[in-house]
């Protein structure tokens, strides 16, 4: 066996004795740790972790890093993800112990050039928006949410007035939206889009009434499509007293075109792993920095920072502020790449990233669009929904196509969402491809295309170059193995996957 | 624009293609009056220029590594081994996206597995989720957890918890019929076992200790759980994973959730983030688990894989029926986490927590035998404790600043009762030449 192919977990590679990490020897107190502290306080069971040399362990990982795929090698048109190329500049500075050996709570007048950046990102962020004020605190977009949520209730709260209980999502929308109203009590319900895929106005009226609380929108929606009755729309909630929630999920597309505050959004998120090129980790970290106007920026969490004649500073926050979200003040490291990349975008540079995204979707939608049904009609904005509906009878469905897809050396598209579509294929392209990486995704879906037809077999039990093919998740869920323990607990060695 | 790939003719040839004259064509949903908005940024820099720029807002940084730094409260300053830094730097684990599609993704399912296995090891209980955002909002998941898996209406709070992962608790149940309580410390700091217990009544969902406390004392929990469980509640703790190498766990306790900061097993402070929330439960707490799980299986081969599992917990399966709204989460975090584990290994876990004790006993000797300065010798702690000040502690920072030494955290600022007392905290990271000098500057003051 090779030894690149060795699958097995770090813990059934250990062996007892070795080790990789060589610490200082020397003791300086002359106590003895289990005398001086009383045994009741001492732990008793031993650690079960491995026991591996360095090369064992960069080994290891680096081998694993080699059964994924990403950005830096393969092409990942995720609809309302936006893998966008996540530029190494962005790594590079975030990675300056000038950075990464800050204390939270150092004292201000010691990092100056950090709070420098925090300041200029938020600056430009409301520049970019048309927001008035933004708190850099939230560690994601469903955090955004979270907090935009807290934003809406406190404000309502301080207004007095009918109890405002429900929070109206369109039925394309994010699931963190509904998940995030709902936290707190918030009746969710669901706008219907119209024939054309956007916000159904007259159901949209239907709700309104005096108890909502706020209407939540992603625009472009998740169809890809610009809400072309926007103005309408936060005219129509805030004539009922409520407000306005972005999910900035997609904005990629609206860099110097257009911006959530001009529309009338009161509360914005924006997701900086997305629209500013942060990388996403496998999952995270990323940063939901949240925007607001200034009706709602006393309610705003702290700290936040300000700038005064002696420099930059935290400012206390306001006695109506909702409270601290998170420890400290954010996911930092993500706002420093987010500031390297906007300075390197400059104000040239925003309008450029939305064109390509848009200018890319609407070549892929072309070029698919005889293959496959597209969900909407006309120019899409940075992303477009098809629908493989048309496929019934070969009994093929959309998550079969994504597998298929990584065949070809593709990560698939969001698969099964907007709910809205059946069988939806959600495919974002992002400015950073190459007119080449679009034409052979496009020849590749055309071949999926053709296979459904002729072999449907094949694209139903894809992937066939992988390593491994359709994990069970049923299996997996119902008789969970969530750790080694489980795995020793259960009797599940299942080591005969290596030798 | 460095990130851009498509030439003037190719747009236009795309355009073509398309079937528009131009690229206003694409965008005519979007109404007149918001189109072309004036934006105010500066004009764009050229990478060499963007280099220069993040290295003089850099010089404008006095970081722990120039200055000789004893905070803590939260954030800490470790040795982080070189190989943490290279794997995570694998662009095929730093670029890719969540692992929902698992053919594609088994390096990072496997890794969040490893990682689960290592916090399950570490904390003394049964299931780990792949990490949430941090210490204070995976408290605060937990304390939701509790209250809705008991369905009581209060959690109780040992003021001895970090004033942030309180105040990210009140935040989170403001404007929920859910209260908190929270109940006090002694002269030493530790909880106080007799308002705890008076509070302890048939209202209480959950109760949340924390070990080492913000104090840096280690709470002695002796009896704790079993009267938490006589009272149908449930018991949260939070501890500094570091310290589990020496102390007892959160599952020797009798915890039921172990939630809190992993920053001390291999993340930079980097001004408070990104860090690392665990979330560790017992069996009987699994389906309420926020956020990503990864799990053993097998393929369609019978190989063995991983994947996400137990997903219909989730936002983007449950919608607004989900018990959380996580979606990204801090998997990068969680991978330094594992790799940083993996590299300590049974033994190092077990000495880099007894060196952070040794160290910080050998300042707290020393600093115990200066006139100005009281401290607790005979508290139990692992690398941070009290010290507590003849003089005002502002005059003595500002002296010691302006000598490099950033001597701690000042306690007033969060308990305004311990005035002129400060935090210290002390890791391997200190040489004894670092903490003599401290101690004579201190001397001086």
Redesign the interface.
């Given at each position: 066996m090779l030894i690149s192919q060795d699958?097995r977990?770090?813990?059934e590679k250990s062996k007892p004795g070795?080790?990789?990490?060589s610490?200082?020897r020397?003791?300086?107190?002359g106590?003895d740790?289990l005398k001086?502290?009383?045994k009741?306080?001492?732990?008793?069971?031993?650690?079960?972790?491995?026991?591996?040399s360095?090369l064992d362990?960069?080994r290891?990982?680096?081998n694993?890093?080699?059964?994924?795929?990403?950005?830096?090698?393969?092409f990942?048109p995720?609809g309302s993800?936006t893998?966008?190329?996540?530029?190494k500049?962005n790594?590079?500075?975030?990675?300056?112990?000038?950075?990464?050996?800050?204390?939270?709570?150092?004292?201000e007048a010691?990092?100056?050039?950090?709070f420098?950046?925090l300041w200029e990102l938020e600056e430009?962020l409301k520049?970019?928006s048309?927001m008035d004020r933004f708190t850099l605190q939230p560690?994601?977009?469903?955090?955004g949410?979270?907090t935009g949520m807290?934003l809406v209730?406190?404000y309502h709260?301080s207004r007095g007035g009918p109890t405002r209980t429900k929070v109206l999502v369109p039925d394309s929308s994010?699931?963190?939206n509904?998940?995030?109203?709902?936290?707190?009590?918030y009746h969710?319900v669901e706008i219907k889009s119209n024939s054309h895929g956007c916000v159904d106005l007259e159901d949209l009226k239907r709700h309104l009434d005096e108890h909502v609380a706020c209407l939540m929108l992603t625009n472009p929606n998740t169809l890809g499509?610009?809400?072309?009755n926007?103005?309408e729309i936060t005219k129509l909630v805030h004539q009922y007293g409520g407000l306005l929630y972005y999910d900035g999920a997609n904005l990629n597309p609206l860099l110097?075109?257009?911006?959530p505050g001009?529309?009338g959004f009161d509360i914005i998120h924006i997701?900086l792993?997305k629209t500013f090129?942060t990388?996403?980790?496998?999952?995270?970290?990323?940063?939901?920095p949240v925007g607001v106007k200034k009706h709602l920026m006393p309610f705003l969490?702290g700290p936040l920072v300000e700038k005064t004649k002696k420099g930059f500073e935290w400012a206390s926050p306001s006695p109506r502020s909702?409270?601290?979200?998170?420890?400290?003040?954010?996911?930092?490291?993500?706002m420093?790449r987010a500031y390297?990349y906007?300075?390197?975008?400059?104000?040239?540079?925003?309008r450029?990233?939305s064109?390509?995204a848009?200018?890319?979707a609407?070549?892929m939608k072309?070029?698919l669009k005889d293959t496959f049904k597209v969900a909407t009609e006309?120019?899409c904005?940075h992303e477009f929904v098809l629908s493989l509906k048309s496929f019934a009878a070969q009994g093929v469905h959309a998550g079969d196509v994504?597998?298929r897809l990584?065949d070809f050396g593709f990560?698939?598209p969001t698969v099964h969402?907007p709910l809205v579509v059946p069988e939806a294929l959600m495919i974002e392209p992002t400015?950073?491809?190459?007119?080449e990486t679009m034409d052979l995704f496009i020849e590749a879906m055309k071949e999926i295309a053709h296979e459904i037809v002729t072999d449907p077999e094949k694209v139903k039990?894809a992937?066939h170059t992988?390593?491994?093919?359709?994990?069970?998740?049923v299996?997996?869920?119902r008789k969970?193995?969530?750790?080694?323990?489980?795995?020793i607990r259960e009797k599940?060695l299942?080591a005969?996957?290596v030798v | 624009m460095p990130y851009l790939s498509l030439t003037e003719e190719e747009k236009k040839a795309m355009l073509g293609q398309v079937g528009v004259r131009s690229f206003d064509d694409l965008i005519m949903d979007i109404p007149a009056s918001l189109r072309d908005p004036k934006i105010n940024l500066p004009s764009s820099l050229s990478e060499p220029e963007v280099q220069d720029l993040i290295s003089k807002l850099g010089r404008r940084n006095t970081t722990t590594r120039d200055a000789l730094s004893f905070l803590g409260a939260g954030s800490y300053e470790h040795f982080i081994p070189a190989a943490v830094f290279e794997i995570i730097g694998r662009q095929e684990f730093l670029t890719a996206y969540t692992p929902y599609q698992s053919e594609a993704s088994q390096g990072t399912l496997q890794a969040i597995y490893e990682y689960q296995s290592l916090m399950t090891e570490l904390t003394g209980l049964d299931v780990s989720n792949a990490s949430h955002y941090d210490g204070a909002t995976s408290l605060a998941e937990a304390a939701l957890v509790t209250l809705r898996h008991t369905d009581r209406p209060k959690l109780l709070v040992a003021r001895s918890v970090h004033p942030h992962y309180r105040e990210t608790i009140r935040t989170y149940l403001a404007g929920t019929p859910y209260k908190v309580e929270e109940f006090g410390f002694d002269e030493k700091g530790n909880f106080d076992r007799e308002e705890f217990f008076a509070k302890l009544n048939a209202d209480v969902a959950g109760v949340i200790f924390q070990t080492p406390n913000f104090f840096g004392n280690i709470e002695d929990l002796e009896g704790v759980s079993e009267k938490i469980r006589a009272n149908g509640s449930l018991m949260i703790l939070t501890a500094n994973p570091l310290s589990l190498g020496l102390l007892k766990s959160p599952g020797e306790w009798g915890a039921d959730i172990a939630a809190g900061e992993g920053q001390p097993l291999g993340l930079p402070m980097e001004f408070g983030g990104p860090y690392l929330g665990y979330f560790v439960t017992s069996k009987a707490l699994m389906r309420r688990i926020p956020g990503r799980l990864a799990g053993l299986t097998q393929d369609a081969d019978g190989k063995r894989a991983f994947c996400l599992t137990l997903q219909a917990r989730e936002q983007h399966i449950r919608r607004e029926r989900a018990g959380s709204n996580i979606c990204s989460n801090q998997a990068l975090c969680a991978l330094a986490a594992c790799v940083y584990m993996t590299l300590l290994g049974k033994n190092g876990i077990r000495e880099i927590a007894e060196i952070n004790w040794d160290r910080a006993t050998y300042l707290r000797q020393n600093i115990a035998k200066l006139k100005n300065f009281e401290v607790d010798s005979t508290q139990s702690i692992f690398n941070e404790f009290r010290v507590k000040s003849n003089k005002p502690f502002a005059k003595i920072e500002e002296k010691l600043m302006a000598q490099g030494i950033f001597p701690g955290v000042a306690l007033e600022r969060f308990y305004p009762e311990l005035k002129d007392q400060f935090l210290v905290c002390v890791t391997e990271t200190k040489s004894r030449e670092n903490l003599d000098w401290f101690v004579e500057a201190l001397a001086k003051c």
């Open positions: 699958d977990l770090s813990f070795r080790r990789a990490v610490l200082p020397e003791r300086f107190s106590e740790s001086s502290i009383p009741s306080l001492l732990r008793q069971t031993p650690i079960g972790f491995p026991e591996l360095e362990i960069v290891h990982f680096i694993l890093s080699r059964k994924n795929f990403s950005v830096d090698t393969h990942y995720l993800c893998m966008k190329y996540n530029p500049v790594e590079w500075a975030a990675r300056q112990e000038k950075f990464t050996a800050l204390h939270p709570l150092q004292a010691t990092a100056q050039g950090m420098q950046i430009s520049e970019i048309g560690a994601a977009g469903a955090h949410e979270l807290m209730r406190a709260a994010h699931g963190t509904p998940a995030s109203a709902a936290l707190f009590g969710v499509l610009f809400e072309k926007i103005l110097g075109i257009a911006r001009d529309m997701n792993h090129s990388p996403h980790g496998g999952g995270g970290p990323g940063a939901g969490p909702i409270g601290r979200v998170k420890l400290f003040h954010g996911n930092v490291g993500i420093i390297a906007l300075k390197t975008l400059g104000k040239e540079g925003l450029k990233v064109e390509a848009i200018l890319n609407n070549y072309e070029n006309g120019p904005m994504g597998k990584l990560h698939a969402f400015e950073t491809e190459s007119r039990s992937p992988l390593l491994v093919r359709r994990p069970d998740d299996l997996a869920a969970p193995i969530l750790s080694y323990r489980d795995q599940v299942l005969e996957a | -």
